[in-house]
């Protein structure tokens, strides 16, 4: 689209609009917790690994194992390490990986959802049969083939994950795509001689954006929680140090059996917390984006 | 040379029950700087002929046949890239409900300055100096190019549609119903507008409309639609004061006359025929007060009446014999 208005007015009214979405969202409590779990793990993420230091023990076997301590908040695991320093680093692998797979499914899904709403006919159907194949397959097994494919790195972890989880939003992109089109400003953009690129760009992905959006929210908890499983069950790169990778070296050097309780429940409050905090801004944002559901 | 030359164009959609005869032998044509309406009741394909112009029919609708020459270039062989050139550039139309057919997420200015952008390569700067422009040729304040569609009145998007529809300066536009739905005083203003910009561009207009006064006030001929065919075409003047075809006779006596006696505006008995299956011979004979035999059974030939006037009926021919 042109710029039209000026970039100074794009801001005023960009700032308006988001000062008055942000005036009924403040209002959801379970928003705003949700909110707050998420800013903390993103600060946590940024800067936490610059101020914790995550080696193993050279000293002996008496720095391993141990249970939280003023020096050690949360205890070190097997090889000394200090579990609170793990959980901190770990918040970026996890993070970075959830989010990256989310843009992933989010690009395909999207694109799959708009074509084969836009074109309709044979590609629809082709399109819709692949997208039924993805939503039938379960998933897990699925990832797990792909990974044990393609072997374990962080590049492969979240190709797998963004390649799994586009399904349900192609479905949900697609119906209201099949809508949009039918809007006399669609007509309205062919009569004016534009392609049909121009009109997918222009016309139709501006008014499905939202859903887009609201989806990515939910999408994202799922792959933070698959980065996790892949991990756990050893499909992730044992270089780079995720909750789920925690988790899984917890599980393998015995950490039950040593009652080392410290070693698994951190990482995995951490997951728990990160799925929690995108769950409660997914529901914030439906009842802030659907008026029906606006509590007065 | 005629701007625009419609020769026996026809029309089909193709539905699950059968085929929609929608337009059928439409025949018409409009010069330079001339206004042409087309008027009928809803149903009798006024639209489809319109879309039909702009090759912008549904996928279940096809041209059967016939021409349509626009400055002696056939658009019903002319490929989809070819007519993408054309519409807007060439011909252009301004939408029935103005109040949808503007994208609610982007403003005014910008979905007039996509016009400009598609078809005349302008750029950014260019683009919105040319809106502002428009907006001004259109009497709206050119500071609420950055308002959004719901930000307009009724009248003013409508206006902004015309504005859309005259960007780049087309031979012909065509007003699908451009007022309905507007109050009186909106609606003047419109068409003072249209005439205005008709005289000042020499642009060629075909108003579809069902308000005969609409017509009177503003066309230089008029064609009369009934279930999918032209049953008479005139000058505007011609046609209102000595209408040759019954429907149109009807049609005007359906109109309330301001000047005359406080009667009640007769309407015309029965129901326009379901054009899936249009009945045989004259498609009027089932609503026609003047009824002979061979209006059941053959289709009414199209007799001249005076140089510029045409109509179809059987009474008509059977005079010129006598």
């Known amino acids: 689209m042109l710029q039209i208005v000026n970039r100074k007015d794009r801001f005023i009214l960009l700032k308006k609009n988001l000062a008055s979405f942000w005036g009924i969202y403040r209002r959801n409590t379970m928003g705003i917790a949700g909110l707050v779990i998420l800013v903390c793990f993103a600060l946590m993420a940024l800067i936490g690994p610059y101020f914790v230091t995550y080696t193993s023990a050279a000293e002996g076997i008496e720095k391993v194992l141990q249970p939280p301590s003023a020096e050690h908040w949360l205890g070190t695991d097997d090889l000394g390490r200090d579990v609170f320093a793990g959980v901190v680093i770990g918040s970026r692998i996890s993070l970075v990986v959830g989010l990256a797979a989310t843009v992933i499914s989010m690009v395909i899904g999207a694109v799959i959802g708009i074509v084969s709403g836009y074109y309709g006919k044979t590609l629809d159907a082709l399109l819709m049969r692949l997208t039924d194949i993805f939503l039938v397959i379960p998933w897990l097994p699925l990832m797990l083939v792909m990974a044990a494919l393609l072997g374990p790195s962080l590049g492969n972890i979240i190709l797998v994950i963004g390649i799994t989880g586009w399904a349900g939003t192609a479905r949900i992109i697609r119906s209201q795509t099949l809508s949009i089109k039918e809007r006399p400003y669609v007509e309205r953009a062919r009569a004016i001689g534009s392609g049909d690129l121009h009109i997918m760009l222009h016309h139709i992905l501006p008014n499905v954006f939202p859903l887009i959006f609201a989806n990515t929210i939910l999408v994202a908890a799922v792959a933070i929680l698959s980065e996790t499983t892949l991990s756990f069950l050893g499909m992730g790169d044992p270089t780079s140090i995720s909750w789920g990778m925690m988790l899984h070296f917890a599980f393998e050097m015995g950490a039950v059996a040593f009652g080392a309780w410290w070693w698994l429940i951190p990482p995995g409050i951490c997951v728990v917390l990160v799925v929690l905090g995108f769950t409660f801004i997914g529901y914030a944002l439906d009842e802030v984006l659907n008026p029906k559901l606006r509590r007065r | ?322």
């Open chain 2, 1 to 322: 040379m005629a701007l625009l030359e419609v020769n026996d164009l026809t029309t089909y959609y193709k539905l699950k029950e059968g085929t929609v005869k929608a337009c059928e032998g439409v025949s018409l044509h409009v010069d330079k700087g001339e206004a042409l309406g087309l008027v009928g009741e809803s149903a009798s394909g006024k639209t489809t002929v319109a879309l039909s112009l702009m090759k912008l029919i549904p996928e279940n609708a096809s041209i059967i046949g016939g021409s349509i020459k626009l400055d002696g270039k056939e658009l019903v062989t002319a490929t989809e890239e070819e007519m993408q050139k054309i519409r807007w550039k060439e011909i252009s139309i301004i939408f029935q409900g103005a109040m949808n057919a503007l994208n609610p997420v982007h403003t005014v200015g910008d979905q007039i300055a996509e016009v400009l952008k598609i078809h005349e390569k302008l750029t950014d700067k260019e683009a919105r100096q040319r809106t502002r422009d428009l907006f001004e040729k259109v009497e709206i304040d050119p500071d609420r190019v950055r308002e959004y569609p719901h930000e307009f009145s009724g009248g003013m998007r409508q206006r902004a549609m015309i504005a859309m529809a005259i960007a780049c300066n087309p031979k012909l536009v065509i007003g699908d119903e451009p007022t309905t739905a507007l109050d009186v005083m909106v609606q003047a203003q419109v068409l003072q507008l249209l005439h205005h910009l008709r005289q000042e561009i020499d642009m060629g207009l075909i108003l579809i409309t069902h308000d005969l006064s609409v017509v009177g006030e503003t066309c230089d001929k008029v064609a009369v639609m009934y279930a999918g065919r032209i049953v008479e075409l005139g000058p505007t003047e011609t046609v209102f004061t000595r209408p040759a075809h019954p429907y149109t006779r009807a049609l005007l006596a359906a109109f309330p006359d301001i000047e005359g006696e406080r009667t009640m505006a007769s309407s015309i008995p029965g129901n326009p025929p379901n054009l899936l299956y249009p009945p045989p011979g004259c498609r009027f004979h089932e609503r026609c007060s003047e009824v002979i035999p061979v209006c059941r059974e053959e289709q009414p030939p199209t007799i001249t009446i005076n140089d510029q006037h045409y109509a179809s009926c059987h009474l008509l021919s059977r005079r010129v014999k006598s």
